[in-house]
Structure formats: structure tokens, C-alpha cells
């Protein structure tokens, strides 16, 4: 991965490429879950790819390659929605996005549930913490938050969560 | 909270996916051209000679002392330049005792304990001819690592972390050295006690453990333990339109503490749950911080950060004391040892100096 690393940063777009489609799945799951739509969130990878390429040779160590471009999605995923602060979706199309085949949906929490229950702040601390399996002190690095808060705010979503479980038992 | 990770598996990957990376790609080859990759080419190798001769300066001092536990200790794989100083003076017990875990075919070698009234180190290694070390870990400030001490009474009490220590994996001799940083335990002085390490954090794609427990008894020396003193101060400065308020100025032989309150610590999301947030101050201070993959943090020399000056003398952060729980608004900002107290100047960025004379 470093001679990648290196040989991107010479200019390689191959070498990069090959990199970064390594990673792209879960730039684009990381994209989703800020902006909810299948079409900002492809625009957020097209963008990490695009500020990627173009200042990788400020990337110091190549074993920040992934973190590095998760940082960089989650700036340009807060950019997509201060765009579009002002428009308003009469149908969320993670609706449709969200596969059926629920056959094995004992599950506690859904991916519904944690797009309209979370903050966007919330959201990305639990996906790097439990998608990414990043530990405390890489996310606060991530998202520039000390590590209490980036814990005080995972424990207030899980909280969030759950009592939305509670609730949906409650009227079941 | 693996149906989370499974539920976040649920988003479905369009097809285009890469495409869109490759368009990206594209318009920044586009508007980048190739003058700068040429320039990056000649910047990599001046940046490599600055590496090589910042190694070659550095020259630990040597003394008679250190002969009886790990040099590495002191060595610039250690991120902590408190626990360097005060080995270098000659503080802390040495310990010298080694424990095999069979069942983890590990060996562990204790080496060194130091505590004040507000914190304890313990020094030790471990290494293994069988098992990778690599992801090994005795995390006990995010992992499942706990470290405990039992007294002679058969007491035993979980001692919680502060900082996160420092760490250092060898690839070669596949040995991980480890200062653990947790609660004082100078009330003990004069017994006999023991430390236990309670299990070993994996961190490798997420986080697993593996359940044992590392042993070490001795009787705490008073001899070793430092003191500290603490000194109020409030004084007050501004910096980029912040109003920052030293609180209190604690010395140690193993830190220079500042607790610090401002204008702009706390954020508040839109329920009105406030958090501790980055404030200027700090991200000033995080400014000269360097990350080196497997030793932890260092100062990035030649960036504007903020540091102590003690009579001409510069002192350095301990980043590994970063995240140090404090209250809600305030930040606490610590530094390595100081010996000349009474003329200590904080300085922020090239231009503030503030006096942490009363």
C-alpha cells in the first residue's frame, strides 16, 4: 500500500484509484448515512475523489490513507447539507434504498431508525465507531472533537436509539 | 451493536459507484497538470535528510541509574517528556521483576513505577517468541485493559486511567514497551502491595480482548514519591478574540499542569445538550503536535503552537496527556516538568506572553 501511496503521489491516477477503490464503499456508506440520497451521496464520493487526488501529496503517512479520505468525506458531506438546508424532502429515499429482504430483522435498531433519529453528528460518530470499528481517540481525531465529547455524543445516540426501541415495543 | 454495522451494510452500493471516482480523479488530473507533481518529487527527499539528522542529533543523556531498567524508556519512542525527565533525575522504584503468562506465551517485564499525589506510572515490556505483538495493547483508557491494586488486607480496587500513557511496538525483537498512567497510589506507601493488570486490548479492525492477568508485587517505596505543587492564579489573556483564564497552575516532577477556562469550550447542539468543544486555544496548541505511527506524539518543530518558557528555556507539551478529563468549559493543558519556577512565561502562537508569576 505505500508504494501505492507513493507512486499517487507522483501523480499515478492508476496507483490512486486502485487505492481508493478500496475504500470507496465505505465512503459512499459514510456519505449516505450524513446526506440520506443515493445521488448527493455519489457526488460526495466524486468530490473525495477529486480533493483526494488533488493534495494527496499533504498526506505525511500512508498508513492515514483511509482516515484521511473518511475525514475528507465527512467535510464534503457537511458541505452537502448546508447546500441544501433550504430544500425539503416530502418522501426520504432511504425508503427505497433500504433493501427488503428483512427476512432477518430481529434486530433492535434499523438503519431507518438511526437516519431519523440521529443528529448528523450523531450518526457519523456511530458509524466510525461501529462500521469503521475506529477506537475513541481515532474518531476524535477524525472529526476534530475531544474525546469526551465524541463519547458523551455516541453514548447520548445509543440512548436515543434505544429508547426509540422501547417505544416501538411499547405500541407493538 | 454488530445488527448497527449489519443494518449500515444494508445501504445498497449503486452501480456507478466507481465511476464517479474515477470522475473526480479526472477533473483533478485535469486542473492539477504536472508542474506540481514535479515539485513534490524534489520536496520528498529534502524532507527525508531533515529526518536523518534530527535522528542523528539526538543524544540521550546517560546516567548511571537507567542501567537498571529499559533505556527505551527514555528514549524518543516515548511520548512523554514528564516521564522522561523524572528518569532522567533519577525518580521512581525500580521494580526489575518478570512474569510469564503461559497460556499467552508472554513475558513481562516490570521495570519501574513512579507516583505522585495525583498520578502513577508503571513502566514495563512485554514480548513473546510465538505470538504477534504488533496489536497488542494494555489500553486501559479506551480498551478492555483494567489495571487494580490489591493491599495486603486482600483489598482490591480498580485505579482508573488518566492520559493515555505511552506506547511503543519493537517489530523486530516483536516487544511492546508501555508506561501506563493512572490513579496515585501514594496512599499505599510503605506496604506491600500488589498490581494487577487485568486483560490485553487487541486493536486490529476493531477492537477484541484476550482475559489474563500480569502480576507485579513489591512494597511501595516513600522515598520515590514527588510532590506537587499547585498554585492559583486567574489571570486573564485574549487570544483571536477568545477570553482564556489561567485557573491554576499545578508542578510536578512528572508535569506542568495549566487548567484553563474560555470563552468558547462549550458547544451547544440544536436540543441544547452542551459539550466540551475544541476551542482556539486548544487547536493553537494541537498546532505543534506531530503524530509518529507506533511511538504517539511529538513536537512538530518549527510550527507555532503554544509552550512554556522557563528562564530562556524551552518546555514542551505532553500530548500523550491530551483528552485529561476535566469540566465541562474547561481545558486542561499540560507541559513537561519545570525546574526554575519562579520566572515561567506561557507563551501562545509568537506574539502572547503571559507571565505565570502571581
Same mark, same amino acid.
Given at each position: 500500500m505505500i508504494r501505492l501511496v507513493q507512486k499517487a503521489q507522483n501523480g499515478n491516477d492508476k496507483a490512486f484509484l486502485k487505492l481508493f477503490q478500496k475504500y470507496e464503499v465505505d465512503i459512499y456508506r459514510m456519505a449516505y448515512v450524513y446526506v440520506k440520497n443515493e445521488s448527493d451521496a455519489l457526488d460526495v464520493v466524486q468530490e473525495v475523489a477529486y480533493k483526494a487526488f488533488k493534495k494527496i501529496d499533504t498526506l505525511k503517512n500512508p498508513d492515514f490513507f483511509k482516515s484521511w479520505l473518511l475525514r475528507i468525506a465527512i467535510t464534503c458531506s457537511i458541505d452537502v447539507i448546508r447546500k441544501n438546508k433550504q430544500v425539503v424532502h416530502l418522501k426520504p429515499e432511504y425508503n427505497e434504498m433500504i433493501? +427488503?429482504?428483512?427476512?432477518?430483522?430481529? +434486530?433492535?435498531?434499523?438503519l431507518q431508525e438511526l437516519l431519523e433519529q440521529l443528529n448528523e453528528h450523531e450518526r457519523s460518530i456511530v458509524m466510525l465507531k461501529f462500521y469503521e470499528g475506529y477506537s475513541f481517540k481515532e474518531i476524535a481525531e477524525l472529526v476534530n472533537m475531544p474525546l469526551g465529547s465524541v463519547k458523551s455524543v455516541l453514548y447520548r445516540a445509543l440512548a436515543k436509539l434505544r429508547k426509540e426501541c422501547k417505544e416501538a415495543d411499547f405500541y407493538e | 451493536m454488530s445488527n448497527l454495522k449489519r443494518e449500515i451494510e444494508k445501504i445498497k452500493i449503486p452501480k456507478g459507484l466507481h465511476e464517479r471516482a474515477k470522475l473526480g480523479v479526472k477533473q483533478a488530473k485535469h486542473e492539477r497538470g504536472g508542474k506540481n507533481f514535479l515539485f513534490n518529487k524534489l520536496v520528498i527527499p529534502a524532507a527525508a535528510c531533515v529526518l536523518i539528522v534530527s535522528t542523528l542529533s539526538f543524544t540521550p543523556v546517560g546516567a548511571?541509574?537507567?542501567?537498571?531498567?529499559?533505556k527505551i524508556f527514555e528514549s524518543?519512542?516515548?511520548?512523554d517528556p514528564g516521564l522522561k525527565a523524572a528518569l532522567k533525575d533519577g525518580h521512581g522504584q525500580v521494580i526489575t521483576q518478570t512474569y510469564f503468562d503461559k497460556e499467552n506465551e508472554i513475558t513481562v517485564h516490570f521495570e519501574n513505577v513512579i507516583t505522585d499525589n495525583a498520578e502513577t506510572k508503571l513502566l514495563f515490556t512485554f514480548e513473546s517468541?510465538?505470538?504477534?505483538?504488533?496489536?497488542?495493547y494494555i489500553d486501559i483508557f479506551e480498551g478492555s485493559s483494567k489495571m487494580f491494586i490489591v493491599t495486603e488486607d486482600g483489598g482490591r480496587k480498580e485505579l482508573k486511567n488518566i492520559g493515555w500513557g505511552s506506547r511503543h511496538y519493537n517489530k523486530e525483537e516483536n516487544k511492546v514497551a508501555t508506561a501506563l498512567s493512572f490513579d496515585?497510589?501514594?496512599?499505599?506507601?510503605g506496604q506491600a502491595i500488589r498490581l494487577e493488570i487485568e486483560d490485553i486490548t487487541i486493536w486490529n479492525e476493531g477492537m477484541d480482548e484476550i482475559k489474563t492477568v500480569w502480576p507485579v508485587s513489591f512494597t511501595l517505596d516513600k522515598t520515590y514519591i514527588t510532590d506537587r505543587e499547585i498554585v492559583e492564579l486567574n489571570k486573564e489573556f485574549t487570544f483571536e478574540n477568545e477570553t482564556y483564564t489561567i485557573k491554576q497552575v499545578e508542578y510536578s516532577e512528572l508535569e506542568t499542569k495549566l487548567i484553563i477556562k474560555g470563552s468558547d469550550m462549550i458547544y451547544t447542539d440544536e436540543d441544547g445538550v452542551q459539550y466540551q468543544q475544541k476551542s482556539k486555544l486548544e487547536l493553537q496548541f494541537l498546532n505543534a503536535r506531530q503524530i509518529n505511527p507506533g511511538s504517539g506524539y511529538t513536537v512538530a518543530e518549527g510550527k507555532s503552537g503554544v509552550f512554556l518558557n522557563a528562564s530562556g528555556e524551552r518546555i514542551n507539551p505532553n500530548f500523550s496527556k491530551g483528552e485529561v478529563d476535566s469540566e465541562l468549559g474547561t481545558f486542561i493543558m499540560v507541559f513537561a516538568p519545570v525546574?526554575?519556577?519562579?520566572?515561567l512565561v506561557l507563551e501562545v502562537g509568537d506574539d502572547i506572553k503571559i507571565p505565570l508569576s502571581k
Open positions: 433493501g +427488503l429482504e428483512d427476512d432477518d430483522i430481529p +434486530l433492535s435498531i434499523t | 548511571a541509574i537507567k542501567e537498571a531498567y529499559d524518543k519512542h516515548i511520548d517468541e510465538t505470538t504477534n505483538l504488533e496489536p497488542y496515585s497510589i501514594k496512599e499505599y506507601e525546574k526554575d519556577r519562579s520566572n
